[in-house]
């Protein structure tokens, strides 16, 4: 069958796959599990609802809840007929709330449950709020929902007729690292060529694998890998929390999940700090197979000693690893900020294949993507360009993208618009290097900055470095128009703990810690040991440790897990202004 808009994928998986479990959900304790057939039910359902309730197309909702079954019904049902989703991250303010919804004229707004319900009421006006948890004195889903059970369908099937692969189907607003928040306007089309461009780099099988979700579904990210699912018969499961998915993973059994890498820098942390507290010959094992994947290289034959090695080191440790993740992964696609190679090299030899991709929320997200094959994955690199997509790189080494995925524009900000979109060019703001087909990442364009001596520095790509040390969490570079480079540091705690054991230094706690002057001179060493690794002008001069971990809640990070720098910069003023003053 022809898909052009983006709700017509239900149709195409029933006529394809007919999923018995096409979306399922723990909840208290067993999965809601619903079938390809039931998702149509209910979604049908939905869009007469809407249709009764005066939502019509181009009119806009507001979605906001942690991933959920009803978090899809809602989406799926505003597309059929015609109507916008406006969805957010539930960790934004109420402020936040606010203004996106009287920006993008939000007429009813959806929300999870009472923690979200309590930030948006104040900032709702009029507005009509239903929720996916039943809550005291709030409009329930399911009973809006059954408002349409008896409706016309024949209504609904014109309001599906009258909708186009051109017509805007989402407007998402930009976590908002800098000023206020950014609409991207993306159109069924945008996102269903990259639901096709995507489908061709994923290699689990069509119509029985499983995926386990728990990255958000307001990000386009996992909100396209959604519609990919549906695309490919991917039984989709959320999450029961990110603390949870441990116990997921092993339940789901999954063969493919999207990740980031801070997640995946938190597993591998864990792995380590599970080998230092093993002791004799099997400690000794852990970082014999731990060193031979650090020098792995996909497609390269490092010949048969190595070969055999590698082996048994799957036989003996590597194979635990994989158990940890369910066992069955066939692929882990990672995405929204760089992943550092010694990761992706060291989980490519343990057979578990990290697919790097890159892509904005202004291209539907995917520009390039990796295939989880040995000949064609290139560490370092970010994948090759999908179908349909071109991409040159600016003078200035920028990267700029053409393509039917890149977005339509930013809602109601038509300067801001033809900054970025420029004779159909998207300036993405990152700097890249095309190598034949592979593209490379090397920094965000807004993110680098110039010395007091005119040098340019690259902070992520420093930051990836440094944080290769096991003693190191968190790191941010600092020191545009200084006359050096500097870095506020979190430091591991598992591995300033376990390094203290080794030294027999007693580890009271974390704080008390990182004043005292042998750990000082410690991290001082490891800065000293990972310097030699930039030109001089890059390399960092003085740091400063800092005992609380930068977190979404707190405010440091995006809901990607992304560095918020002007956030920290400011939080830590006094700190950075003391790298210069003395």
Same mark, same amino acid.
């Given at each position: 069958m022809?898909?052009?808009? *983006?709700?017509?994928l ?5 006529s394809?796959?007919? @999923?018995?479990v ?10 809601? @599990?619903?079938?390809?057939r ?6 049908d359902?939905?869009s ?15 979605i906001?809840?942690?991933?959920r079954?009803?978090?899809n019904?809602v ?11 406006v ?10 709330? $606010?203004?996106?919804f ?6 009813m707004i ?5 923690e ?5 009421k104040?900032?709702?006006? !009029? ?15 399911? !009973?809006?929902?059954? #408002?349409?059970e008896h ?13 186009d692969?051109s017509?805007?189907?989402?407007i998402i607003?930009?976590?908002g690292?800098?000023g206020?928040?950014?609409g991207?306007?993306? #159109? ?8 096709i461009?995507?489908s061709?780099f ?8 499983r995926?386990?979700s728990?990255?958000? =579904? ?7 890998g ?8 991917s ?6 929390s =990110?603390? @949870? ?6 339940e789901?059994?999954p063969h493919?999940?999207?990740t980031?890498?801070?997640? *995946?820098?938190?597993?591998? !942390?864990?792995?380590?700090s ?8 099997k ?7 731990l ?10 034959d ?11 080191a799957?036989?003996l440790?590597?194979?635990?690893? $994989?158990?940890?993740?369910?066992g069955?992964?066939i692929q ?11 990761l992706?090299?060291v989980?490519?030899a ?8 890159y892509g =904005?929320?202004?291209?539907?997200p ?10 064609a994955i ?5 994948g090759? *360009?999908?179908?349909?997509v071109s991409v040159?790189i600016a003078?200035?080494?920028?990267i700029?993208?053409?393509g ?7 809602y109601?900000?038509?300067?801001? &618009? ?5 004779n ?11 190598e ?9 364009k ?8 005119? @040098? ?6 420093i ?33 300033? $703990? ?6 027999g230094?007693?580890? &009271? ?10 750990i ?7 800065? !000293?040991d990972?310097?030699?690794?930039f030109?001089k002008?890059?390399?960092i001069?003085?740091?400063?440790l800092?005992?609380?971990?930068w977190?979404?809640? &707190?405010?440091?990070?995006?809901p990607?897990?992304k ?12 700190e950075?202004?003391a790298?210069?003053?003395?």
């Amino acid at each position: 069958m022809e898909i052009n808009r *983006l709700f017509d994928l239900i149709a195409y998986q029933i006529s394809i796959y007919d @999923k018995e479990v096409a979306l399922a959900r723990k909840v208290n304790g067993s999965w809601n @599990k619903y079938s390809s057939r039931q998702l149509k039910e209910i979604t049908d359902n939905f869009s007469l609802a809407f249709l009764a309730a005066g939502i019509s197309k181009g009119k806009k909702v507001a979605i906001i809840s942690d991933n959920r079954e009803e978090w899809n019904f809602v989406d799926l049902a505003l597309q059929q007929i015609g109507a916008i989703s406006v969805p957010m991250y539930p960790t934004i303010t109420s402020e936040d709330y $606010r203004y996106i919804f009287d920006h993008a004229e939000v007429e009813m707004i959806f929300v999870g449950n009472q923690e979200i319900y309590e930030k948006a009421k104040p900032v709702a006006k !009029d507005r009509k709020i239903y929720s996916f948890d039943k809550l005291e004195g709030v409009a329930f889903w399911e !009973d809006f929902m059954k #408002t349409g059970e008896h409706q016309d369908l024949a209504q609904l099937e014109q309001s599906k007729d009258s909708v186009d692969g051109s017509d805007l189907f989402t407007i998402i607003y930009t976590s908002g690292t800098t000023g206020r928040p950014k609409g991207v306007m993306l #159109t069924h089309k945008n996102v269903l060529s990259n639901v096709i461009g995507v489908s061709k780099f994923i290699l689990v099988d069509k119509g029985t694998s499983r995926v386990l979700s728990f990255l958000p =579904l307001c990000h386009i990210y996992e909100r396209t890998g959604f519609f990919c699912c549906l695309y490919i018969g991917s039984s989709v499961y959320y999450a029961e929390s =990110l603390e @949870k998915i441990g116990e997921n993973l092993k339940e789901v059994k999954p063969h493919l999940f999207n990740t980031v890498p801070r997640l *995946l820098e938190k597993i591998f !942390d864990k792995i380590v700090s599970k080998g230092y507290e093993l002791t004799g010959i099997k400690k000794s094992l852990f970082f014999w197979a731990l060193n031979l994947g650090l020098r792995y290289e996909p497609n390269v034959d490092q010949g048969a000693w190595y070969n055999w090695q590698l082996k048994m080191a799957n036989k003996l440790i590597f194979s635990k690893w $994989r158990e940890a993740l369910g066992g069955e992964v066939i692929q882990i696609n990672s995405g929204a900020s760089a992943l550092q190679p010694r990761l992706a090299r060291v989980f490519w030899a343990a057979g578990i294949k990290i697919c790097e991709g890159y892509g =904005l929320t202004e291209t539907s997200p995917v520009v390039s993507a990796s295939m989880g094959t040995h000949e064609a994955i290139k560490i370092g690199y970010v994948g090759k *360009l999908i179908e349909d997509v071109s991409v040159k790189i600016a003078e200035d080494g920028e990267i700029l993208v053409k393509g039917p995925n890149v977005m339509q524009g930013y809602y109601k900000q038509e300067e801001l &618009t033809a900054e970025v979109l420029q004779n159909g060019w998207f300036h993405t703001g990152d700097i890249g290097e095309l190598e034949g087909e592979y593209l490379k990442i090397t920094d965000r364009k807004k993110e680098m900055f110039k010395t007091s001596g005119g @040098k340019y520095v690259a902070p992520q790509v420093i930051e990836n470095k440094i944080k290769e040390s096991a003693l190191i969490d968190q790191i941010m570079v600092v020191g545009e128009n200084r006359n050096f480079p500097a870095a506020l540091i979190v430091p591991s705690e598992e591995g300033l $703990r376990e390094y203290c054991r080794y030294k027999g230094f007693p580890f &009271t706690e974390l704080g008390e810690m990182i004043v005292k002057p042998e750990i000082i001179e410690k991290f001082q060493r490891e800065i !000293d040991d990972l310097n030699k690794y930039f030109g001089k002008w890059e390399q960092i001069k003085q740091f400063k440790l800092i005992s609380n971990a930068w977190g979404i809640e &707190t405010g440091e990070l995006t809901p990607t897990m992304k560095l918020k720098r002007k956030v920290i910069h400011s939080k830590y003023e006094n700190e950075i202004e003391a790298f210069y003053s003395s």
